[in-house]
């Protein structure tokens, strides 16, 4: 039975081994993008330019905002005179991140109330972001810490006191997509796009030079050779996903939480629906530059709409729905949930049910499509 | 079925929306014949080869390959056939080795014979001491008769050619009959189409298809005596072009070609001769410097048969 699919996948494989842009494709595109995703986002981050609007004006608001500075990972640039200039500056990019303290700070950190700041970041680097609201987060809990402490001797009775609430406004990116964040998308996206494009193209190259019409008058059953060509580009996926694992885990620090066995079980069912794409591609494309075109016109709401670059939390409620009919939405959570939150089936099922019932949809209806285009 | 009939199509008909591209073609091959299909661009003889395969549903009529149905036993009749297609199909980036392996592995050719057929199908191309040498690199003739080789790996009964030796060179042309007649000898049945007439000349039997009709099927010989209807002259004279021009409105003539600079004119021989075209000719102003009476080639029965009305 897999007399004749075992010389396609053979031939496959000198053939992918041959062209330096299948290897390319395959080997140092998940590398490259991981790097650079990475490196975007990655950088080491302190002396963060930091503007103070200080409305409370007392010991305790300035020893507030000295212990930012002295953490090191704020610089305090200058004073603002108003909250408006304050919020201009982080605007203007002037300064990262505006700390605002409100008039009755002190006095409230004085008698055990909640004193509340504002800190206002700018998110557009989300590493930066997140690296400021880690940094600011730690500041308040010490300066809070040792707020309550003073009080109680002062008193001399228990912590009744709220010590001190930092409120976190974060512009421009609101969630923060970071490299962790990203590496489980890339994987997504890395699966699809590799089987998607390299099947199509495995198929229209043969129609292209003419070898197609040699094969289909040999024995070859259209489903052997459908096999024979899914088969080793399944392969390369998963080679492609193990560079993106290794460079996230050794490079990036990015370790899998979850289960691996169920990463590999759950990405075949998804990679279902981007094989069927893929030989639907094939199926009608003539050259493979139309496969290129075709295949990037029908990625392109998968990057936009699975929530891989964009927080559907964000979305209008229609394109949320829209996003629901891609496979990658579903991938994306199962590929967060497993490695960054360990999660297992048991969280993941509503999502791996929609992606095997697509699967099986898309799959059946383009291997049949392609059967009878090929007969 | 009188003698062994390995093709035997009745009524095999292939339209593409409007165009009618095989309309009611019917014949026969015998086992062990050189079968040419000729016919020129677009007359359908690709389209009647793929519904020979099996990979091409007829519209109508019926066909049996090596005693399978050609529109329901396709998948039997691909196995026992091989096919060269127009476009010498070889992947260019792999070696002739990796080739021939490629298809006899396609074929299912037992491994124990595989070696040593491998060995034979690269002696028969010539291509020894090139089996590491990718196929992309091979000149033309050298990828045709590797083509033929991965056609032939499984050592099939019948052999379909389609325009294999479109845009080889002559030598290679030759070589590559030789080896086609050398298969015909072993018994190999060969279909081949081309719209080389000197191809033909060597046929058992050849087909004439003109706008998807087959016009005339015989052997060589046959075809020369029997399809043209009256005798064939060639003329010499100074301006031939104007001669032509003249010649069709000549009593006694139904037919004027010019082969370079030579007429070939076909002549009713009740009411024509050579002598009296000449004095005809002589007549209206132009010099013959001969009329002689030839046997027709391929190329005149041909012409004829498509020019025909
Ligand atoms: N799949 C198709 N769809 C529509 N028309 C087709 C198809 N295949 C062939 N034709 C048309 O059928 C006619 C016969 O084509 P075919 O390829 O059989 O000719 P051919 O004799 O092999 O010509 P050539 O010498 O150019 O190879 C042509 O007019 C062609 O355009
Ligand atoms: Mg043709």
Same mark, same amino acid.
């Given at each position: ?184 998308? *890339? @994987?997504? %996206?890395?699966?699809?796009? #590799?089987? $998607? ?6 198929? &229209? ?41 290794a460079v996230g885990r050794f490079w990036f620090g990015v370790e899998v939480a979850g289960s691996l066995p169920l990463l590999a079980a759950l990405s075949l069912i998804f990679l279902l629906s981007s094989l069927g794409v893929g030989l639907f591609v094939s199926t009608i494309s003539q050259t493979q530059t139309q496969a290129m075109q075709l295949a990037v016109f029908i990625m392109l709401p998968s990057v936009l709409l699975s929530g891989f670059m964009f927080p559907r939390e964000g979305m209008p409620f229609v394109i949320?729905?829209?996003?629901? *009919? @891609?496979? %990658?939405?579903?991938?994306? #959570?199962? $590929? ?6 360990? &999660? ?32 | ?309």
């Amino acid at each position: 039975m897999f007399g004749r699919i075992a010389p396609i996948i053979l031939k496959e494989f000198i053939q992918i081994r041959r062209d330096p842009r299948t290897l390319a494709i395959v080997l140092a595109m998940p590398a490259m993008q991981l790097l650079l995703f990475g490196y975007a986002i990655n950088t080491v981050v302190d002396h963060l330019p930091t503007i103070v609007f200080d409305e409370s004006r007392d010991a305790q608001s300035r020893a507030f905002a000295a212990a930012f500075h002295n953490s090191g990972y704020f610089d305090l640039r200058a004073q603002a005179h108003s909250r408006a200039e304050a919020v201009a500056a982080v605007d203007t990019g002037e300064a990262r991140v505006a700390l605002l303290i409100p008039p009755e700070f002190g006095n409230h950190l004085l008698r055990g109330q909640q004193a509340l700041a504002q800190l206002v970041v700018d998110g557009s680097d989300p590493n930066t972001a997140q690296t400021a609201l880690f940094a600011a987060g730690m500041v308040a809990q010490v300066q809070s810490g040792e707020a309550v402490a003073s009080l109680a001797e002062r008193l001399g009775r228990g912590s009744a006191a709220s010590g001190i609430e930092l409120r976190p406004v974060v512009l421009y990116n609101p969630s923060m997509l970071s490299v962790n964040f990203m590496i489980p998308g *890339l @994987i997504g %996206l890395i699966l699809q796009f #590799q089987t $998607l494009i390299l099947t199509a193209f495995a198929i &229209v190259r043969e129609r292209e030079r003419g070898t197609l019409e040699q094969l289909v008058v040999t024995p070859i059953r259209s489903w052997e050779l459908m096999l024979g060509k899914i088969i080793p580009y399944v392969a390369t996926a998963c080679m492609a996903v193990g560079v993106a694992l290794a460079v996230g885990r050794f490079w990036f620090g990015v370790e899998v939480a979850g289960s691996l066995p169920l990463l590999a079980a759950l990405s075949l069912i998804f990679l279902l629906s981007s094989l069927g794409v893929g030989l639907f591609v094939s199926t009608i494309s003539q050259t493979q530059t139309q496969a290129m075109q075709l295949a990037v016109f029908i990625m392109l709401p998968s990057v936009l709409l699975s929530g891989f670059m964009f927080p559907r939390e964000g979305m209008p409620f229609v394109i949320q729905q829209l996003g629901l *009919l @891609i496979p %990658l939405t579903y991938f994306l #959570q199962i $590929l967060r949930g497993i490695i960054l939150k360990g &999660v297992g089936m048991e969280v993941l099922w509503p999502n791996v049910l929609p992606l095997a019932l697509f699967g099986l949809a898309v799959f059946g209806l383009s291997a049949n499509r392609f059967r009878k285009r090929l007969g | 079925m009188t003698t062994e009939a390995i093709i035997d199509v009745r009524g095999l008909t292939k339209r593409f929306g409007d165009l009618v591209a095989v309309n009611d073609v019917s014949f026969a091959v015998q086992r062990g014949e050189v079968f040419a299909f000729l016919g020129p661009n677009g007359s359908g003889k690709s389209t009647t080869i793929r519904m020979l395969c099996g990979i091409l549903e007829p519209t109508s009529g019926e066909g049996r390959v090596l005693g399978f149905d050609i529109a329901r036993e396709g998948e039997q009749v691909k196995e026992h056939i091989g096919y060269m297609s127009q476009r010498f199909a070889l992947y260019e980036d792999l070696t002739v080795r990796e080739n021939l392996e490629f298809y006899a592995g396609v074929y299912q050719v037992p491994g124990s014979e595989r070696k040593t057929r491998l060995v034979e199908l690269i002696d028969m191309a010539g291509l020894r001491g090139r089996e590491r040498q990718l196929a992309g690199q091979l000149s033309g003739g050298w990828k045709q008769r590797l083509a033929l080789g991965c056609a032939i790996v499984h050592q099939p009964p019948l052999l379909f050619l389609d325009e294999p030796t479109a845009g080889v060179d002559p030598v290679s042309r030759r070589r590559f009959w030789t080896m086609i007649y050398g298969l015909a000898r072993t018994g190999v049945t060969v279909f081949v189409t081309t719209h080389y007439l000197d191809e033909a000349e060597h046929a058992t039997r050849v087909a004439m298809i003109h706008g998807g009709v087959l016009r005339a099927l015989a052997s060589p010989a046959e075809l020369k005596r029997g399809a043209l209807q009256g005798h064939l002259l060639s003329l010499v004279c100074d301006t031939p072009m104007q001669a032509v021009a003249l010649l069709e409105r000549a009593p006694g003539v139904r037919e004027v070609a010019l082969y370079g600079t030579t007429i070939h004119a076909l002549i009713d021989p009740a009411q024509q001769t050579a002598e009296g075209l000449s004095a005809w000719l002589g007549d209206v102003g132009i010099t013959v410097h001969g009329a002689t009476r030839i046997e027709p080639t391929l190329e005149d029965v041909f012409i004829s048969l498509i020019g025909a009305p």
